[in-house]
């Protein structure tokens, strides 16, 4: 049964078919984007196999076509584009369609401060369970630099982030076993709070929020130099 595949080709169907619509056109960023995944993807795919080699989370073989690289199923590998793709499109709808769909400034900075303190609060008394350490770790330096680098972007992507949430929910809740016999993704619970959202670690909403982040701050870092350079306005 070759659930994950089919997982992985409905999350990225329908963004990728509206990428071409006249009011949207998002392919016109794929200049940004396919750099920023491709960057974006290289961490968490060489996390990812790690994870995998030590246990720390493994993959169900009934729901996997067999074909592995670097401790990693093929459907795996796709997920860092078909899920990037489709969260980063729905990110980039929203805030196109809906322009003032932001947050003021000060509010902004508030959810900034406390991202940083419950970060840096998990990494220092849940140092000793590796998924929690590191995904908490990754995701405070992620929203360092997008604090840094690209601020302007919080503003709407703290929202639009929530929407992410949707269709996030209904994809990793399947591969966390939601609505199916049996997991797609086990995890460790040794390594992580063991505190599911129904059958989803409650770290998996920082991996979701530092990919995506990671992603979309470098998108604008990569427009800018591009308008500096003077090859569009």
Request: glycine share 2%; aromatic share 24%; charged share 20%.
């Given at each position: 049964m070759k659930l994950y595949l089919y997982i992985?080709?409905?999350?990225?169907?329908?963004?990728?078919?509206?990428?071409?619509?006249p009011r949207i056109k998002f392919y016109k960023n794929y200049r940004y984007f396919f750099p920023a995944m491709f960057i974006s993807g290289a961490i968490y795919i060489a996390w990812d196999a790690l994870f995998a080699k030590y246990g720390i989370w493994g993959?169900?073989?009934?729901?996997?076509?067999?074909?592995?690289l670097f401790h990693l199923p093929l459907e795996e590998w796709l997920f860092f584009i078909c899920i990037p793709y489709a969260s980063v499109?729905?990110?980039?709808?929203?805030?196109?369609?809906?322009?003032?769909?932001?947050l003021i400034d000060i509010y902004t900075k508030w959810i900034n401060r406390f991202l940083i303190i419950l970060l840096t609060f998990v990494v220092i008394f849940h140092y000793d369970r590796a998924y929690t350490a590191v995904n908490a770790s990754l995701s405070l330096l992620i929203l360092l630099f997008a604090i840094y680098k690209t601020p302007e972007i919080l503003n709407s992507f703290y929202l639009t982030f929530l929407v992410v949430l949707i269709p996030f929910f209904i994809v990793n809740g399947i591969l966390t076993g939601s609505f199916i016999q049996d997991e797609i993704v086990w995890y460790n619970n040794d390594e992580n709070l063991g505190i599911r959202l129904f059958t989803i670690p409650v770290e998996d909403l920082f991996y979701a929020f530092g990919m995506l982040l990671m992603t979309v701050s470098l998108m604008e870092v990569f427009?800018?130099?591009?308008?500096v350079s003077g090859k569009t306005v």
């Open positions: 992985d080709l409905f999350a990225i169907l329908i963004p990728l078919i509206f990428s071409f619509h993959f169900n073989e009934y729901y996997l076509i067999g074909l592995y499109f729905t990110h980039y709808t929203l805030s196109k369609l809906y322009p003032e769909l932001k427009r800018r130099k591009v308008r």
